[in-house]
């Protein structure tokens, strides 16, 4: 456990500069994020490189949740290096992974989800979100903290921003209904910093 916290560490002290210096991203109410305890921060998709801007957002570790063919291609290493948790798109409510992101709330971690279980390549502002982060929140009495994120991963691109809303208690029966609150939270951060 010591080897994965100094590996992801190393890998941070790395590769987190190069990233801010290379697209300067603008963070906005990263505060909002507690230094300690659980927390799951879910945000809309956008890019390949978006776990990497919310990592920068906070000294945290945060297991970001990821799809299974990163972790076997050649870069693979670096995927397990993060401490991201693989998704298995084919596996039905992908129990692992849920098992997974469990596990690691109960250690008063945090977890990264991003609820549109895939990039967005349409004009809708937002696919349909996925159940997994409201379950996981009312199953581990856990605040999720919505995030959008904007702009262009471009050298130098002085739009990119990621902006972090306000925490969200899911303390609603309905699952469907908890999951509406979270995709209204994500769509008005959206909605309120296009560039």
Known sequence: MMLENAAYQICRFLFAPVFRMYFQPVIVNNERIPEKG??????????????????????????????????????????RMIKAIPVYLEA????????????????????NISPEAARNYTDQILLPFKTGAVRLARETDTLILPYCI???????????????????????????????????????LLKENQP
Do not use: M, W
């Open 150 to 188: 904007v702009g262009d991963y471009r050298f130098l691109s002085k739009n990119l921003k990621i902006v972090f809303g306000t925490p969200l208690a899911i303390d609603e029966d309905d699952v469907k209904a908890a999951n509406q609150k979270l995709y209204q939270a994500v769509e008005e």
């Open 92 to 111: 039905p409510g992908n129990p692992a992974a849920y098992a997974s992101a469990r596990k690691v709330l109960q250690n008063e971690e945090a977890v």
């Open 38 to 79: 659980r927390v799951i921060l879910a945000g809309n998709h956008k890019h390949a490189l978006d776990p990497i801007l919310v990592d920068c957002s906070t000294r945290r570790t945060v297991h970001t949740l990821a799809k299974s063919e990163l972790f076997e291609g050649p870069f693979g290493f670096f995927f």
